[in-house]
Structure formats: C-alpha cells, structure tokens
C-alpha cells in the first residue's frame, strides 16, 4: 500500500471528528497553525482560486448589493463593477489547445458559430416537479428585480469586448462533431444509443467533479458498462487511492475516487442501468444532460443549468436561508426563476438561455470560485483527455478516440487526477511495502481534504454538505458550466 506521509492519518482524523463535532473543540491557544492547501498537482486552473469570501450576514442589502432583503453577501465579487468583472474573467481564459483541431477539426470559433441563434428540440422540462408546483419561497422577486438583472446584463454585455472569452462559453455544451465522429464510426442508430448512453453516464458523473474529474469517471462507467462490468465501477471507483493494492483492477487503478461516489453517482447510474431511464428529480443534471445533447438525440437550450456557480452568480446564496445556501438550484427555484432567465437575461443578450448560462459562469467564475479553466469548451476538454488517454496507453491520439467511441477504452491521464497523484507517486515498490491499513475515519477525512482541493472550498464546506442529508442530493455542488 503507498505511504501516507507520516502523521497525515492522525492529523486528517483528528481534524474530522472536530469538524463533525466527535471531539471536544480544543481550546483557541491550542489550536496548531493550519498551513494554506498547497496547489494540487498538475492543477488544472488557469490562475488560483479566489479565497472564500467573508460572509456578512445582513437584512439589508450593502453598498453595491443588487439582490432584495438579502440574508448576508455570501459572495461580494459578483458586486463588482461590470466592466471589472469581464475583465478578471478575461485574464483567466485558457489557450486553445490545439488537441480540439487534430482530433474533431473544429476550432473554438466553430462551435460558436454553431451555437448562434440554434434553439433545441427538447422544451428544457424540470424533473420531479409537483403536480402544482408553488415556486421559490418568498418569490423571485429578490433576484428579478430590475437592478439585479441589469447587474447581469451589464456584466454579460462587458464580456462581448473579450470575443476569447464568449466564444468558449456561448458554445460550451455543443458537441456535435463528436456525435459526428461516432456516426461515421458506428452508423446512425448505434450513434444515436451510444452517444445517449455515454452523455449521460458523464452527466451523472458530474455532481461535487470538475469537468477534469467528471470526464475519467464518466467515460469509466461507461466503459465498464459496454464490457458488461458496471459493478465494478460501483465496487472500486469510489475506493480512496490509497487503499487501491495489487489486487485492484489494473484498468482502473488511476480512475479518480470521488466523496460522492456511492450517494450522488453510483446510485443514480445503477438505477440508469437497471431501467435504462435516468431517474433523478433534482434540476442539476437532468437539464446539463440534455444541454450537452445533439440534434439527432435531442438537446435543450431553454432551461439554464442551475449549478453551484450560476446559482452564486444570480445571486440565490444571499438570499436562502439554509446553511448550505451556496449549493446548486433546486426545481422549485428553477421553476420560479427560469422564465425570467429566458426573457429578461438570456432574451435581451439575443442568445439562448443555456448559451446565457454558460457565459454567466464563466464571466463570474472569479468570483464564485470555479476551479476549472475557463473558455473551453466541454469538446476541447474531451479532446484533452482523449490525449491523456492515448499517452496512458502509448497509442495515437486518433487510435485512443476510436477506441472510446468503440466504449473499448475509458479517457484520462495516467495518474488519475490529484486525487490519486498525491497517494500513488511511489508507483508499485512503495504498494508492495506493508502498510498498516488506514481506518475507515481517516480515509473519509483525506477524502474530504481530496474534494476541499479539488472544489476550491473549506473542507467545512464539504462536510457541511455531506451532513445536510444523509445521502448527498444528485444536485450537488459540480466545478463546470454544467451544474
């Protein structure tokens, strides 16, 4: 088993029964200094995450503060001038990577001119919504009135002078020349059923991940479920990295653990593969499975993807009065908030709602603490790790591509992700010391640190939301423009 850096266990432990309050509270003069998270390895952002801000609880709004009768300015960022916002956000757009061109022969400029004015065929319906459904509580007035919603048509319009930036996120869920390529692999039926198939095991892959997370554990469910071995995505993808010894799957051993793994994931992919339906009644990925759909399966774009950051940006994290007030929507607030979206955001822009959202998430990325590089879209980043992939395998990148379309391959780099990395660097010699095994509360207490990393928050954060039900809801929090 590798090494655990020696007092990390007991430290992590003793961290988490503080935090779930297993253990008394040392007292201020003992508490020890708390280093700052380093930055993980191979990080994927552009720049680094802005701190969490101070929250300040107040009943009425601040200097700036667009929202109505606000319960405190849980992200004062989104408040800055618009010009200021465009401009930060600009700064963070990443190089097109030339991966894009070689493996789909499209360009970012491609995909948003196939986004312009392209309405979906699908209305955008919100899952599990009541028979009459009553809305956000206390109304949607707090976040439509008229100064919060020029504060975001300001901020969207500012964007328009950065064409590197609106072009990424305007187009940041077309996927056409991927389903193009699996047409002409497969032919038009079997496109159509993988394609589905594959979207949404990626979909449902996405709550608490980053799109860089999100792809390897997706393509791997998906994957294992065409090679007829779905139960052990179920059984090992969750397992830490640091429990992973020389009897794990060898084909699996670098997929990235998640915290989510048996709530908010595996649950609703073995429902998914038991019925072939996707049952899941929370808004989140139902509504970003469909956006990141194609013309011949079916796509919407009315709807916006009511993730973490879009929910942070409008302004929903001021005004809820839950404690985890900064998650993603939920359908009664989609339900309430949605038509105003469509016609005095998404309809005074001229774009389609979904576009509107994926710009809005990246415009206000700096403030609302995405993690993932911005103005690239969902494609590129697929055709990244279609990449890593082919490195992992020593293959072509071509070859690599054909493969994952055959569902005969899984895409991601070789190391997993920063999750594994940190465990795995002493490769198989450092696996075959004998370790004494970590105890089930010190893995889950890495595994939170893991996730605190990755999402860009407090480990508290994290915890917050894992104890706020007993299983964590399929809405959770997700580092894209797909939540």
Do not use: C
Not at 177 to 196: F, H, I, N, T, V
């Amino acid at each position: 088993m590798p090494t655990v850096p020696a007092g990390a266990k007991e430290a992590a432990k003793n961290r988490l029964k503080r935090l779930l309050g297993m253990a008394d509270q040392p007292k201020a003069a003992e508490l020890p200094a708390v280093e700052p998270f380093p930055k993980p390895i191979e990080s994927q952002s552009v720049s680094k995450p802005p701190e969490a801000p101070a929250v300040v609880t107040t009943k009425r709004a601040k200097p700036g503060q667009t929202v109505s009768t606000p319960e405190r300015m849980a992200f004062p960022g989104i408040y800055k001038r618009p010009d200021e916002v465009a401009k930060e956000a600009a700064e963070r757009v990443a190089p097109e990577s030339p991966n894009l061109q070689r493996l789909f022969g499209v360009t970012r400029d491609d995909l948003y001119q196939i986004a312009r004015g392209r309405e979906g065929n699908l209305p955008g319906t919100l899952p599990g919504l009541a028979a009459n459904p009553k809305g956000m509580r206390g109304g949607a007035e707090q976040i439509t009135n008229r100064r919060n919603t020029q504060r975001l048509l300001d901020a969207n319009a500012e964007a328009e002078k950065y064409p590197e930036l609106v072009r990424g996120m305007d187009a940041w869920y077309v996927m056409d020349p991927l389903y193009q390529k699996m047409e002409r692999e497969l032919g038009p039926e079997a496109a159509k059923r993988e394609y589905d198939m594959m979207n949404k095991f990626m979909g449902m892959a996405s709550p608490g991940s980053e799109v860089t997370t999100e792809i390897p554990r997706g393509t791997a469910a998906y994957y294992l479920y065409k090679q007829g071995r779905f139960p052990e995505f179920e059984r090992f993808a969750g397992v830490p990295a640091a429990q992973r010894g020389l009897d794990f799957p060898q084909d699996l051993l670098t997929v990235p653990g998640h915290v989510y793994h048996s709530t908010a994931q595996a649950k609703p992919m073995r429902r998914f593969v038991e019925s072939g339906e996707l049952d899941m009644s929370s808004p989140k990925v139902p509504m970003y499975i469909e956006a990141s759909g194609v013309p011949e399966v079916g796509f919407q774009t009315k709807t916006p993807v009511g993730d973490a950051h879009w929910s942070r940006a409008v302004g929903l994290a001021d005004i809820r009065e839950a404690k985890n007030f900064g998650k993603s929507v939920s359908n009664s607030e989609m339900y309430s908030l949605a038509p105003w979206w469509r016609e005095k955001v998404a309809g005074e822009l001229g774009i389609e709602p979904v576009s509107a959202q994926g710009r809005t998430w990246g415009v206000f990325s700096p403030q609302t603490g995405v993690t993932t590089p911005i103005g690239a879209p969902k494609l590129e980043l697929i055709a990244d790790q279609v990449v890593e992939a082919a490195q992992r395998m020593g293959i072509t990148p071509e070859q690599a591509l054909q493969l994952f379309i055959r569902g005969e391959a899984r895409l991601g780099k070789k190391e997993g992700g920063s999750v594994t990395k940190r465990y795995n660097e002493g490769g198989l010699a450092a696996a075959e010391q004998p370790q004494q095994q970590p105890s089930q509360d010190e893995m889950m207490a890495m595994q939170i640190l893991d996730m605190a990393r990755e999402m860009g928050v407090s480990p508290e954060e994290v915890i917050m939301m894992l104890m706020e039900q007993q299983s964590v809801p399929a809405s959770g929090l997700s580092m894209a423009p797909n939540e």
